[in-house]
């Protein structure tokens, strides 16, 4: 089963290797994932947009450096500061962003993320 820090650290690992994202999703209707751009609800939206991204992004940077997590009965919730950076393959175009991550996770057979939010840090 492992720990939902590990579960984390391997989301990590296949979003850098281009593996397939929606594995670590739970197949549930009230999901909730929020992206730099985008807010998708439910599995299927998420899933599709998890695939949608990997079908068109490669050479993905993934640099963590303040992952905190907590667990309490069967429920684990997490944060972290994340270097992001991913070329368009379709465009060529390079993007690198400083993100802030925090999310839910549940224990099933396996820790799945039940929210997560990813979002981009703004100087003022």
Not at 13 to 32: I, K, M, Q, T, Y
């Given at each position: ?18 593996d397939p994202l929606a594995p670590f999703f739970a197949p549930d209707d ?25 079908e068109t992004t490669e050479n993905w940077t993934v640099g963590s450096d ?26 060529g175009e390079r993007h690198d962003f400083e993100t802030r991550w925090s ?22």
């Amino acid at each position: 089963m492992g720990t939902p820090t590990a579960r984390i650290e391997d989301y990590y690992d296949a979003l850098r290797s281009g593996d397939p994202l929606a594995p670590f999703f739970a197949p549930d209707d009230d999901l909730v994932k929020y992206g730099i751009s985008e807010r998708l609800v439910g599995y299927d939206a998420v899933a599709a947009g998890l695939r949608a991204q990997t079908e068109t992004t490669e050479n993905w940077t993934v640099g963590s450096d303040a992952l905190r997590v907590s667990e309490r009965d069967g429920t684990a919730w997490f944060s972290d500061s994340v270097r992001l950076a991913w070329t368009d393959s379709e465009s060529g175009e390079r993007h690198d962003f400083e993100t802030r991550w925090s999310g839910t996770l549940r224990e099933r057979e396996t820790w799945l993320f039940v929210g997560m939010h990813v979002s981009v840090a703004r100087e003022f």
